[in-house]
């Protein structure tokens, strides 16, 4: 697929880049914020996309902006694998989990880089990007125990990771939510921790102005109605630990 604008106004710009991944690897988003002269990617991905998806960001910002922050949602390769070759090739600061700043260094974090992986504290944090107040919010065990959204206040966009993933469909965006629940669902209920940490998430994330939830995997939701959908499914859903005990009673000796 083509690269996706999903905002531009001014000198604000919210790209879908192109998805780069294939074979057994799990389909991938990467996204880009640009404000001003300053961008900031999120969820860059793996090895094997690293190169496209870096030769890409910099055509998207030209001369006019500077890569200055790498968002990592959580831990996962798909997501962290390549830091080290952002890190070597931009000046930029990549932004994870406090809890994961020890372990993002085993997919090969050079030494000369290190001082520029930061930890993110469990209740969130603001990132100044050239006078945009990117808000980073905690959205833990959904699915990682250190986990990150962002939220974008002038797109109105939320970028919520795995939260919200699809697998299987061929649309960019969602265009009916009923139906697009096959794509979604089983995911969840394997990969969400439970549904008490979708609550919580539901009741923080409310309070926001969203017109579209992008995740890092599959298709997005557009508009008022269709996140207001995706956010009470969310609330009511069972997950992760409350299914745990039928699958253990099912085990004979």
């Known amino acids: ?57 910099m055509q998207l910002l030209g001369s006019q902006a500077k890569l200055q922050y790498l968002f990592l949602s959580h831990q ?58 990117l808000r980073i919010l905690p959205a833990h065990f959904l699915h990682s125990c250190g986990n990150f959204h962002v939220y974008d206040p002038t797109s109105k966009i939320l970028y919520s990771g795995d939260l919200g993933a699809s697998l299987g469909m061929d649309y960019v965006e969602v265009p009916d939510f009923d139906a697009h629940l096959q794509y979604m669902a089983g995911f969840h209920q394997r990969y969400m921790a ?24 599959g298709a997005l939701f557009r508009g008022k109605q269709m996140v207001g959908r995706f956010i009470d499914w969310c609330e009511t859903l069972r997950c992760g630990v409350d299914l745990l005990a039928p699958m253990y009673d099912r085990i004979e000796a």
């Open 1 to 57: 697929m083509p690269n996706t604008v999903l905002y531009s106004q001014g000198s604000h710009r919210n790209v879908l880049i192109e998805d780069f991944g294939h074979g057994l690897a799990v389909q991938a988003n990467q996204h880009l914020i640009i404000h001003g002269k300053a961008a900031m990617i999120l969820d860059p991905g793996g090895h094997k996309v690293y190169n496209k998806v870096l030769s890409e960001t």
């Open 194 to 217: 439970s549904q008490e940490a979708m609550r919580a998430w539901a009741k923080m994330i409310r309070k926001f102005d969203i017109e579209i939830i992008a995740p890092q995997h």
């Open 76 to 133: 996962d390769p798909d997501i962290v694998a390549a830091t080290n070759g952002w890190l070597m090739t931009t000046d930029a600061e990549a932004w994870c989990s406090a809890l994961w700043t020890r372990f993002v260094p085993h997919f090969g974090l050079d030494r000369l880089v290190e001082s520029r992986l930061k930890g993110i504290p469990d209740e969130g944090m603001t990132l100044d990007l050239d006078g945009c107040s």
